[in-house]
């Protein structure tokens, strides 16, 4: 069994900063990407950044210069450190990972259980 269990949302004012976390437990043979979306009520589903595991790393227009992707592979562990947020960023924020569950298998998606962020005005 796979488990992804995010933490790190909360309230912050506008122009404050958050640190997100992600971590994984189970057999895991190998991880190909770690993933942050965002999803607003109402909204579709965003892509806000990815790490693969060469270390390159992407990110959303919207987020680019302002969020920053890591990730610790001996703490199965994938962070967002969120600096000067605005509204704009209020959203729950889920975690997935594209991974290998044993050597042979298929790549298969797991997802987080979604953690809220609100930028207070």
């Known amino acids: 069994q796979v488990r992804l269990v995010e933490s790190g949302g909360g309230e912050v004012q506008a122009g404050g900063s958050l640190r997100l976390s992600c971590a994984a437990s189970g057999s895991i043979f190998s991880t190909d990407a770690m993933d942050w979306y965002r999803q607003a009520p109402g909204k579709q589903r965003e892509l806000v950044a990815r790490i693969y595991s060469s270390g390159r790393t992407t990110y959303a227009d919207s987020v680019k210069g302002r969020f920053t992707i890591s990730s610790d592979n001996a703490k199965k562990t994938v962070y967002l450190q969120m600096n000067r947020l605005t509204s704009q960023d209020s959203d729950v924020y889920y975690c997935?990972?594209?991974?290998?569950?044993?050597?042979?298998?298929?790549?298969?998606?797991?997802w987080g259980q979604g953690t809220p962020v609100t930028v207070s005005s």
């Open positions: 997935k990972f594209r991974l290998l569950r044993s050597r042979g298998s298929s790549y298969q998606d797991y």
